[in-house]
């Protein structure tokens, strides 16, 4: 018998409307999921590279606070897929995708100048559902994940990119 299919669902934007950079992940792993938080896997380097980018210590932050720091920045955060089966965390694994609203969103961000995907799995699914004519620049940045195993370094100076944006 097969087992039934194990279905995931995003979290809510963090965003307010003069957010001028979304940075958009694919779906959230285990570890979020159980912590009910953003990018929680101790090994993920999300917080480290938009710590980076903002100037601030992320990590040593409590999570509000953290929510806080970004969005004061100009920052929002989202997932491209709203609910999607999936076994384990991997992006490669999200089977039976339905994507959040991203047109809606991006449409009550009047100040938004760039969408940042955070792996190529984000990329993937954005691009295609933004398709074309889009008025503001897409980046594909390396995954924050620990599963992509470029150094935080490289990944650091790619996500540096995103400062004339903020």
Same mark, same amino acid.
């Given at each position: 018998m097969a087992e039934p299919p194990i279905v995931k669902r995003s979290f809510a934007p963090v965003v307010r409307d003069d957010a001028r950079l979304l940075i958009l992940g694919s779906l959230p792993g285990e570890a979020s999921l159980s912590a009910g938080r953003y990018y929680a896997h101790p090994r993920n380097q999300f917080w480290q590279l938009t710590g980076a980018l903002i100037a601030h210590d992320l990590p040593a932050m409590a999570y509000e606070a953290r929510l806080a720091a970004l969005t004061e920045a100009r920052i929002a955060l989202w997932d491209m897929v709203a609910s999607g089966e999936r076994k384990g965390s991997l992006d490669g694994a999200i089977r039976v995708a339905a994507l959040n609203d991203l047109t809606g =969103?991006?449409?009550?961000?009047?100040?938004?100048?760039?969408?940042?995907?955070?792996? /190529? !799995? &984000?990329? @993937?699914?954005?691009?295609?559902?933004?398709?074309?004519?889009?008025?503001?620049?897409? =980046?594909?940045?390396?995954?924050?994940?620990?599963?992509?195993?470029?150094?935080?370094? /490289? !990944? &650091?100076? @790619?996500?540096?990119?995103?400062?004339?944006?903020?």
């Open positions: =969103l991006i449409g009550s961000l009047p100040h938004l100048q760039a969408i940042a995907f955070n792996g /190529a !799995k &984000a990329a @993937a699914l954005g691009r295609r559902a933004l398709g074309k004519g889009l008025e503001v620049q897409c =980046l594909t940045l390396p995954s924050s994940s620990p599963a992509y195993t470029m150094p935080l370094a /490289a !990944k &650091a100076e @790619a996500w540096l990119q995103l400062r004339p944006f903020l």
